[in-house]
């Protein structure tokens, strides 16, 4: 807001000249008065003025012009149907950075998907892989419109890619299908966090403070969780080998909220 200090003098005289019949009958009381604040309106503005004790001369005048300074900002607001008015201090290059993670996401999704449908095979029939990359599956795609969300909040365009097509294929002679997509997929968790470290540095490098935030909260910490998660899972998956400790590990999978709740 624009504060203009003005000559006291000029504003109000010491006889009330300027007051008004709102204030006329008062000024000859200036020298009993205690500290007292008088307002009265002058052109565009309003005008204060103090007096204390015995002196009876304005301490101040202050003239305060309220909008003056959205001028320039109400010239920066689109008119054009097809911009967006939310959009402030977006810079292209983190529109475009979260669109490209729109996309990481949704390909991890699709991956993740696919795994799904080859454990969920009559003769693959590992309920718990099956169950665990079926939850991974929407859970990539719920942080891809959650990106979205965001996308929009801030004015930018959502601009979705081609997804590639992902295997369809899991089993390994040496490694098995199990241990040989746990693998995978901690490759997939840590190659995202990638990307969201590199939005993030995008987000600072841009001086975009909302962005950044966003990011930390919704999905770094996550991810570091994550990962650390599947690392287990190939650890336990690399001591029981590809026999019967693989059914075992499944039916962990199967049955872990239920062990939660427990």
């Known amino acids: 807001m624009l504060l203009k200090a003005a000559p006291a003098f000029s504003l109000l005289s010491t006889h009330g000249d300027n007051l008004g019949p709102l204030f006329s009958s008062v000024s000859s009381s200036f ?10 309106k002058t052109g565009t503005g309003f005008v204060l003025c103090a007096s204390k004790g015995s002196n009876d001369k304005p ?5 305060f012009e309220p909008f003056e300074e959205v001028k320039k900002e109400l010239s ?3 008119t054009v149907p097809q911009v967006s008015l939310a959009r402030q201090k977006y810079s292209d290059e983190c529109e475009a950075a979260v669109n490209e993670q729109i996309n990481v996401e949704y390909n991890v999704s699709y991956v993740y998907h696919a795994i799904f449908a080859y454990f969920d095979r009559d ?14 599956s929407v859970e990539e795609r719920e942080h891809a ?10 004015g930018g365009k959502v601009k979705l890619q081609s997804i590639v097509m992902p295997l369809s294929e899991f089993d390994h002679v040496e490694k098995g299908d199990a241990l040989y997509a746990m693998e995978l997929t901690l490759s997939l968790e840590k190659l995202t966090n990638e990307k969201l470290l590199n939005l993030h540095s995008v987000a600072e490098r ?25 690392s287990e899972y190939v650890a336990q998956l690399r001591r029981v080998g590809k026999g019967h400790g693989v059914w075992h590990f499944d039916q962990m999978l199967l049955h872990e909220e239920e062990a939660v709740v427990a």
């Open 206 to 230: 841009n001086h975009d403070v909302q962005l950044g935030e966003f990011v930390e909260r919704e999905f770094l910490a996550e991810q570091v969780e994550a990962i650390k998660k599947i």
């Open 59 to 63: 301490l101040t005048g202050v003239i």
């Open 76 to 78: 920066l607001v689109p």
């Open 123 to 136: 003769n693959v029939a590992l309920k718990g892989l099956a169950k665990f990359f079926k939850e991974s």
């Open 145 to 154: 419109e959650k990106l979205m969300k965001y996308q929009n909040k801030r």
């Open 31 to 40: 020298n009993s008065l205690s500290p007292t604040i008088f307002r009265g």
